[in-house]
Nanobody, 123 residues
Framework: EVQLQASGGGLVQAGGSLRLSCEAS????????IGWFRQAPGKPREGLSC????????YSSPSVKDRFTSTSDNAISTLYLQMSSLKPEDTAVYYC????????????????WGRGTLVTVSS
């Protein structure tokens, strides 16, 4: 069974940086995607980035691409989200999620979800 472990959230001042990590395991083949999502209070869930296996291609949302950078390890088992120039509106619970048999496509509603990690940006 696919398991996901997210870490790295916390409290940071506006303008600061944080790096989130998502460790994934349990895939039954090399055809999967791992992604970062977030949900702020009262707002819909938002997809931020995704890495595709095999190959390691990474896709990022245009809404955060200038401030957030996603990278993956060589094994495509950990997806990092480096967040910089953080703003109070980035305050949200950040989730990592995964789906198998994606055939190169990042889904918007993955099957497997990890526990969220709270990011709070103070003004």
């Amino acid at each position: 069974e696919v398991q996901l472990q997210a870490s790295g959230g916390g409290l940071v001042q506006a303008g600061g940086s944080l790096r989130l990590s998502c460790e994934a395991s349990g895939f039954s083949s090399d055809d999967y995607a791992i992604g970062w999502f977030r949900q702020a209070p009262g707002k819909p869930r938002e997809g931020l980035s995704c890495v595709i296996s095999p190959g390691g291609a990474i896709y990022s949302s245009p809404s955060v691409k200038d401030r957030f950078t996603s990278t993956s390890d060589n094994a495509i088992s950990t997806l990092y989200l480096q967040m910089s120039s953080l703003k109070p509106e980035d305050t949200a619970v950040y989730y990592c999620a995964a789906e198998e048999f994606v055939r190169g496509v990042c889904g918007i509603d993955p099957e497997y979800w990890g526990r969220g990690t709270l990011v709070t940006v103070s003004s």
